[in-house]
């Protein structure tokens, strides 16, 4: 979940989430796609004797056995990379959290992988929400999360994977939802 809630006349809150497109994905698929390269890049030029690199010279490497444990590490790295841009050109884990009073429901939705579901949505009736829970673990993983409690048990998370919130952002955000759909806000 993000600062950027908006309201419109008081009767719906639409909360955009932060998905893949982060900068910190950014960062990490630079540079795993620069390593990479050089890492695939240094092979080929020990394996054909022709100076591939910008930096450096690759040709005086035995081709056998670094040239070829560099060739696979640097075919790993460049499927770790294209795996990353895919992940951020999908948008996995983006979408949106919508309360409405004017519908009377509340919906959730999430992009994720391609396939059978790609549109990861859940939609419920106001009255069918019981509460609004906060989960905060601290230490070495923490964790500061919110959750939507419906009358049949299910807790659907409604913020975002990755980076927690601060502790201010995520109680005024826990408490902004519980106040809007006047439920009690619980964990705190």
């Known amino acids: 979940m993000t600062a950027q809630t908006t309201q419109r006349e008081n009767r719906v809150i639409s909360q955009p989430i932060l998905g893949s497109r982060r900068f910190s994905n950014y960062w990490w698929a630079i540079i795993v796609s620069v390593g990479a390269t050089g890492f695939f890049l240094a092979a080929l030029s020990s394996y054909t004797k022709v100076n591939l690199l910008p930096v450096g010279d690759a040709t005086q490497l035995i081709f056998i056995p670094q040239g070829a444990a560099m060739g696979f590490y640097g075919l790993a790295g460049l499927l770790l990379a294209l795996y990353l841009w895919l992940v951020i050109l999908l948008d996995v884990g983006g979408g949106y959290n919508e309360f ?53 048990r299910r807790e659907i998370p409604l913020t975002r994977v990755g980076q927690p919130l601060s502790l201010s952002e995520l109680e005024n955000q826990g408490a902004e939802i519980a106040r809007f759909l006047a439920v009690p806000l619980e964990g705190l």
């Open 100 to 152: 409405s009073k004017e519908t009377g429901m509340v919906k959730i939705f999430r992009w994720g992988f391609p396939g059978k579901n790609r549109r990861i949505e859940f939609s419920c009736r106001l009255q069918d929400v019981q509460s609004i829970r906060v989960e905060i673990k601290e230490g070495l993983n923490p964790k500061r999360a919110l959750y939507l409690r419906a009358k049949d």
